[in-house]
């Protein structure tokens, strides 16, 4: 179930969230959530961030592509992702324990299990659960292809964001739990026009203070990426083929004892070879090799592929 300023939102879908989705984008409460939301500037998350004073350090949690992680406010001051392109991050807080759970989700399959897994920490089967809801990402990619209803009947073939955020939708609305959506920011919300003309993203990540649920816009450094960021980094690309983790987010962090734990993944010969191959591939190649998103990412991202294949290779 979806509310939108304290009001349910009736759903009109029988197209898998898509119709639902237009509708909410359009919704005057998340339209002015979204011109807010933009108008703060983007924090540049460093490690000397997570210092509130020579004695407390705050503590942090990062979360990769398909990874969640489920966060307690008395243990964890800050969460968040970035690298988002045509990926969407999706914040849910119980809104009587502040519990906070963060996906970085990529593909239409994994939202289903993946927004169980979410719920699983978050939900208490006592009582009448109610979250508040943040998505940010999911830039779209042909902004002159089509508008908003258009989108219904010719999405283009390289238009990954939209089926996502649709899928996305449709799980809420299916829902028993109530979806409280504050942030809306995707889609048109989140794009922009580069100089040369290609569209880009205006936001690719945020950061969510635990204790209040206060979120704003952020890029992290390589030294916040953390831990085990390469193996973080290369357990993605292994996940597509281990059978284990079809279709499910990847478990990065345990709440109930407060650790990182890298849930591991098998790592084929084929993706061996393919750590190979693209060892041998210029620059060029291997952007539009990795990325669904060529034109959009960040300019480490090439550096990022590289060293995850030096390693894994």
């Not at 089967?125 to 943040?134: I, T, Y």
């Not at 504050?182 to 880009?200: D, E, P, Q, S």
């Not at 973080?232 to 279709?247: E, G, K, L, T, Y």
């Amino acid at each position: 179930m979806i509310i939108v300023g304290g009001v349910p939102f009736e759903s009109n879908s029988t197209d898998q969230g898509s119709s639902d989705l237009v509708a909410l984008m359009e919704h005057p409460v998340l339209v002015s959530t979204s011109l807010s939301f933009k108008a703060i500037p983007e924090k540049k998350f460093s490690i000397s961030d997570t210092y509130s004073d020579e004695v407390e350090k705050k503590r942090h949690v990062y979360v990769f592509q398909r990874e969640y992680a489920t966060v307690d406010p008395t243990l964890v001051d800050l969460i968040g992702t970035d690298e988002a392109t045509t990926c969407v991050g999706v914040v849910i807080r119980n809104r009587d324990n502040g519990m906070t759970s963060v996906a970085h989700m990529d593909y239409p399959a994994i939202v289903d299990h993946g927004l169980s897994q979410m719920l699983e920490k978050l939900v208490d089967c006592k009582h009448e659960s109610e979250m508040d809801v943040h998505l940010i990402g999911g830039f779209e990619e042909c902004p002159n292809k089509h508008d908003e209803h258009t989108q219904l009947r010719s999405k283009a073939p390289n238009d990954h964001s939209f089926p996502l955020c649709a899928k996305i939708i449709e799980a809420f609305v299916r829902s028993t739990v109530k979806f409280h959506i504050h942030t809306l920011f995707v889609l048109r919300h989140n794009t922009k026009i580069g100089t040369v003309g290609n569209a880009l993203p205006i936001f690719s990540g945020f950061l969510v203070q635990t204790r209040t649920g206060s979120i704003v816009s952020a890029t992290f450094d390589q030294t916040t990426r953390c831990p085990d960021e390469l193996v973080r980094r290369i357990r993605v690309s292994a996940s597509f083929s281990d059978s284990q983790w079809r279709n499910k987010l990847l478990e990065t962090y345990d709440t109930q004892t407060d650790q990182f734990i890298i849930a591991p993944c098998y790592w084929s010969i084929r993706l061996v070879h393919m750590a190979s191959y693209l060892q041998q591939l210029p620059d060029e190649e291997i952007l539009h090799t990795c990325s669904t998103s060529p034109y959009a990412e960040a300019p480490d991202f090439i550096d990022n592929q590289k060293r995850g294949v030096q390693w894994a290779g």
